[in-house]
């Protein structure tokens, strides 16, 4: 855990893939290595019956081809139960939209990194006496960057991520304001280009992304 959890601090960049099924996630992953992400978090669907199913399947097939290049975690995990399956299936760190200590709880006997969500100093502190390794700042862009230098002053000790409209124009801004690290979807993980099978302008998204955090002074959070 302690490696994962090293790796996800110094890479700063998480790239959230929603809505992407098993036949297109390899080459999704592959394009965005190829611009220098190095840590993807493949969400539970539950939007759609099979949906569980496709998520498992993705991170299963990512960790059978890639799991050597990339950190693997799952996203929008809400139970306990699906903290077991997405641990089965090869994800090593379990991120939530909100703080469910049962989830919390598995997630740490099971020797994984916990990032909950988090919108208030309340929350925040819930998942951190909770047990979180991070917390999820969500919707980080409409909060703004001045809140997070607000929450910061008086939770230091709590490791944030910045989640939510994060993008090329304003990541190192929130990196500089505390986050320890950004997690990117649409701006990123591109459905269209996906679609279409034009899975360069995801490498060159990645590449983008990675040059404006790059010189970003970071915390890691305490």
Do not use: W
């Not at 090293?6 to 098993?22: F, K």
């Not at 036949?23 to 019956?49: C, K, P, S, Y």
């Not at 990196?175 to 679609?195: H, K, N």
């Amino acid at each position: 855990m302690e490696k994962v959890l090293r790796e996800l601090l110094s890479g700063r960049l998480v790239a959230i893939v929603r809505g992407v099924g098993p036949g297109e996630i390899v080459d999704t992953a592959r394009a965005l290595a190829a611009g220098g992400i190095r840590a993807l978090e493949i969400t539970f669907d539950h939007t759609r019956a099979d949906g569980a199913a496709r998520t498992l399947e993705s991170i299963r097939l990512l960790k059978e081809r890639m799991g050597g290049e990339l950190l693997l975690g799952a996203g929008t995990v809400l139970t306990p139960e699906e903290v077991d399956l997405a641990v089965e299936a090869g994800a090593e760190y379990m991120i939530s939209p909100d703080t469910n200590p049962q989830v919390v709880r598995r997630t740490k006997e099971l020797g994984k990194v916990s990032i909950p969500g988090a919108f208030t100093p309340t929350e925040a502190m819930e998942a951190h006496r909770c047990g979180a390794d991070i917390v999820k700042l969500f919707p980080a862009a409409l909060l703004g960057v001045d809140y997070l230098k607000a929450l910061r002053g008086p939770l230091g000790h709590i490791r944030f991520s910045a989640v939510g409209g994060i993008d090329a124009q304003n990541a190192a801004a929130f990196l500089q304001a505390g986050a320890c690290c950004l997690g990117v979807g649409g701006t990123l993980v591109s459905l269209p280009a996906i679609r279409s099978g034009q899975y360069r302008l995801l490498t060159d998204a990645a590449r983008g992304l990675c040059r404006a955090v790059s010189g970003a002074n970071a915390s890691d959070g305490g």
